[in-house]
C-alpha cells in the first residue's frame, strides 16, 4: 500500500474509518490498511511532535485513483488535509500488486514470519500460507504459548510479530522435501524463534547448509 501520512489526531478518525473501507473495496486486507495508517501516524508524530506548529497541517500521500483518491482528497481538505498525489501508482500496478498479494498468499511450502525485535519464525506449510497466518493469529490472540512459540514469545515480550508480511520462502508440495527445507531453513537463520528445528539433520551437515547460496534455493523455487 502507498504510504499516506496523517497528523491531524483529534479529526482523523472518520477519515481513517473512510479510507479503510475505500481500500477494502479495492482488495486491500483489513490489517494491511490498519498497519499503514499506524506506520503513517507514527511517522507524523516523528515528525510533527505535539508541540510543533505544524502539527495540525496534515498531509496525505496517495495514488491518484480517478473517482477514488480524488475523493478522498475532497473530504480531506474540508479538514485542512493536503493530499499530495504520487505519480508512481498507476490503477493497473495497484491492481497487480493486490493480485500479486492475494497470489502470494495461496502459495504452500516453508514460510518465515518476523518479528519487530529482528528474530524470526520458520515454519511449513500444505495447505496454503493464508490459512496457516489465520491460524497463528488466533494463537496470538488467544496467547496459546502452551502450544505456540509465536504466542508465546508475543505475549512475553509484546513484540509485534509480522503475520501481515510473512512470507513463504520456498515453494514445495511434497511433504519430506517441506521438511528437510524447514530445517534447513531454521538452522540457517540462527535468530529464530522456533522451539525444535523441525526435521532431524545431522549437525554434519551444518557446514554445507550454511555455504548454499540462497540464490540458488531461490532458483529451484522458480522452476
Ligand atoms: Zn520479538
Redesign the pocket.
Known amino acids: 500500500m502507498r504510504a499516506f501520512r496523517i497528523s491531524d489526531p483529534d479529526h482523523i478518525k472518520d477519515e481513517i474509518d473512510h479510507l479503510t473501507s475505500v481500500f477494502k473495496n479495492i482488495g486491500y486486507k483489513e490489517w494491511s490498511i490498519t498497519k499503514a495508517i499506524r506506520r503513517a501516524q507514527d511517522r507524523a508524530l516523528s515528525e510533527h511532535p505535539p508541540g510543533d506548529k505544524k502539527e495540525n497541517q496534515g498531509r496525505v500521500y496517495l495514488p491518484f485513483i480517478q473517482g477514488v483518491t480524488d475523493k478522498i482528497a475532497k473530504i480531506l481538505r474540508k479538514k485542512n488535509i493536503h493530499t499530495q498525489f504520487t505519480t508512481c501508482g498507476t490503477v493497473r500496478q495497484m491492481m497487480r500488486s493486490v493480485k500479486d498479494h492475494i497470489d502470494r498468499q495461496q502459495l504452500k511450502g516453508v514460510y518465515k514470519i518476523d ?3 529482528g ?1 524470526s519464525y520458520i515454519g511449513e506449510t500444505g495447505r496454503s500460507l493464508k490459512i496457516r497466518i489465520k491460524e497463528h493469529a488466533a494463537d496470538i490472540k488467544n496467547e496459546r504459548s502452551r502450544t505456540s512459540a509465536l504466542a508465546e ?1 508475543s505475549s512475553k ?1 509484546n ?1 509485534h510479530v509480522c503475520l501481515e508480511d510473512a512470507k513463504v520462502i520456498a515453494r514445495e508440495d511434497n511433504y519430506q522435501k517441506r521438511k528437510i527445507r524447514e530445517a534447513i531453513e531454521i538452522i540457517k537463520c540462527p535468530q529464530n524463534l522456533n522451539r525444535d528445528n523441525g526435521s532431524e539433520i545431522s549437525g554434519n551437515w551444518l557446514p554445507m547448509i550454511n555455504q548454499i547460496n540462497p540464490r540458488t534455493l531461490e532458483a529451484q523455487d522458480q522452476k
Open positions: 518479528c519487530s525485535c528474530k514469545h515480550t513484540h
